[in-house]
């Protein structure tokens, strides 16, 4: 089983797979503060053992430099508390 969360300004898109491509779970929900909308997406998640691996779609600008103390972290966006 694979994740994929789709993380937009607007709304979060959060959906489960398997290794054949079909969707098993899938859950949209609005963008409101960084702890409500995380914590929404791990409730979602953590009803699926054995997740192999997570792929985000993030809104950005996005720290892609591995040295950098604050790598994959969202930098400065115009999304206010984020």
């Known amino acids: ?21 079909h969707i098993v779970a899938l859950e949209r929900f609005p ?24 792929g985000v779609a993030s809104f950005g600008p996005i720290d892609l430099h591995a040295d950098s103390p604050t790598y994959g972290f969202i930098t400065t966006t115009p999304k206010p508390g984020w």
């Open 1 to 21: 089983m694979f994740a994929g969360i789709e993380a937009g300004g607007t709304k979060w898109v959060v959906a489960v797979g398997d290794a054949l491509n």
């Open 31 to 54: 963008t409101t503060t960084p702890e409500e909308t995380i914590q929404r997406a791990m409730v979602f998640l953590r009803q699926f053992s054995g997740l192999r691996a997570i």
